[in-house]
């Protein structure tokens, strides 16, 4: 990643576990109040927004645009394990 040490590599991946923490404390009210097919729906869109400048990434890329990416695609996957076991 970027040509970094394993421990660069790791650091700059701690956004994404903060994005996916963020959602999933949020999650089960937001499938209570909104039904899991609103949040899934957004989740997808989100993630399918925020993968696009991947495509584009270079070594100056915002990591934090992990953080976002990771967020929405625990709001997608969250609400399809709740309704699986439900």
Same mark, same amino acid.
């Given at each position: 990643?970027?040509? !970094?040490?394993?421990?660069? =590599?790791?650091?700059?991946? #701690? $956004?994404?576990?903060?994005? /996916?923490?963020? @959602? +999933? /404390? #949020? =999650? *089960?009210? %937001?499938?209570?109040?909104?039904? @899991? +097919?609103?949040? #899934?729906?957004? *989740?997808?869109?989100?993630? !399918? !927004?925020?993968?696009? $400048?991947?495509?584009?990434? *270079? $070594?100056?890329? %915002?990591?934090?645009?992990?953080?976002? &990416?990771?967020?929405? +695609?625990?709001? !997608?996957?969250? $609400?399809?394990? #709740? &309704?699986? &076991? =439900?």
């Amino acid at each position: 990643m970027r040509g !970094a040490t394993a421990l660069t =590599a790791g650091i700059l991946l #701690v $956004p994404q576990g903060i994005g /996916t923490l963020l @959602s +999933r /404390t #949020v =999650a *089960g009210s %937001n499938i209570d109040k909104y039904g @899991s +097919r609103l949040i #899934v729906l957004m *989740g997808c869109v989100i993630v !399918a !927004a925020s993968t696009v $400048p991947f495509a584009f990434a *270079g $070594p100056h890329t %915002n990591s934090w645009l992990l953080a976002l &990416r990771s967020r929405s +695609r625990s709001k !997608a996957s969250i $609400p399809m394990a #709740v &309704r699986r &076991r =439900a």
